[in-house]
């Protein structure tokens, strides 16, 4: 582990409480759940999102690309090392607006409003169609008709041989 890399560690400790975990071929930094942060060959990320992607680019920050194989994935952490390093008063507000940004994305992910039909057991691409063009369009409207319903509604959209082991 480089300097850096500790230097980094210490002053992200002094936001928010952190666990570390092997990440894209670094070390991911987590709050709540919520990786805000990157540290790999010796470079410090940002996790974008939420208006911090213009701000990260008008500060010149680059995004992380992770080769895996011949594959390149471009991913939402920027490279604040120079920020850093240079001791950029902004780089407080910063990290702060990512670890906040990244845990808000995450219990999102966790509710239940963002599954998805296809998300539900059993639920096949064909019956996820079936489903939407019977008019329930999300897992909230699904749950609150119940199964029952839900197939009576496919059956006046198809007509009355659906077949009833699809559900």
């Not at 987590?30 to 990260?56: H, I, K, P």
């Not at 994935?73 to 604040?80: P, S």
């Amino acid at each position: 582990m480089d300097m850096t890399d500790q230097a980094f560690f210490n002053y992200v400790s002094n936001f928010s409480e952190y666990q570390k975990r092997s990440m894209f071929g670094g070390i991911g930094l987590f709050s709540n759940d919520a990786m805000f942060a990157l540290v790999s060959n010796d470079c410090c990320y940002l996790r974008g999102g939420n208006g911090l992607d213009e701000e990260f680019t008008q500060l010149n920050c680059e995004k992380y690309k992770h080769v895996k194989k011949q594959t390149t994935a471009t991913v939402n952490y920027y490279d604040v090392t120079d920020l850093f390093d240079s001791g950029f008063a902004g780089l407080d507000a910063l990290l702060q607006k990512s670890i906040e940004c990244s845990i808000k994305e995450r219990k999102y992910q966790k509710s239940s409003a963002s599954r998805r039909l296809r998300d539900l057991p059993n639920m096949q691409l064909t019956l996820e169609r079936m489903v939407k063009k019977a008019g329930i369009d999300d897992v909230e409207t699904f749950l609150e008709l119940g199964p029952v319903e839900v197939f009576n509604k496919v059956r006046v959209t198809y007509g009355s041989d659906v077949d009833v082991l699809i559900f």
